[in-house]
């Protein structure tokens, strides 16, 4: 098991950018697999996107496919999503997880570990 922080939500125009960051313990993080989630008030959890232990295999929701990048650092045990060009519609608390599951995967019950979550505001 690991432990996640999240951190980097913060309140944007439309348009701007941030980067989440989230931080592991433990010595085994590069046996993870990485996913990012979000949940907007109302609305259930949603994928948003995921990295393969290597970082060598990435997969998107179509709607933040060209706008979000999802990166690692193992040496740092830390695993980034870049968001460009914020849309209001991208407002959730977005929340990093950590899967020992073979390839990658995108639903929450197939992830092991969960950080507490960050809060993104994308203003109009």
């Known amino acids: 098991q690991v432990q996640l922080v999240e951190s980097g939500g913060d309140l944007v125009q439309a348009g701007g950018s941030l980067r989440l960051s989230c931080s592991a313990s433990?010595?085994?993080?590069?046996?993870?697999?990485m996913g990012w989630f979000r949940q907007a008030p109302g609305k259930e959890r949603e994928f948003v996107a995921a990295?393969?232990?290597?970082?060598?295999?990435?997969f998107y929701i179509d709607s933040v496919k060209g706008r979000f990048t999802v990166s690692r650092d193992n040496a740092k045990n830390t695993v980034y999503l870049q968001m460009n060009s914020l849309k209001p519609e991208d407002t959730a608390v977005y929340y990093c997880?950590?899967?020992?599951?073979?390839?990658?995967?995108?639903?929450?019950?197939?992830?092991?570990?969960w950080g507490q979550g960050t809060q993104v505001t994308v203003s109009s």
């Open positions: 990295i393969s232990g290597s970082g060598s295999r990435r």
């Open positions: 997880s950590a899967s020992r599951a073979y390839g990658l995967v995108f639903t929450p019950r197939e992830y092991d570990c």
């Open positions: 433990g010595r085994t993080f590069s046996s993870y697999g």
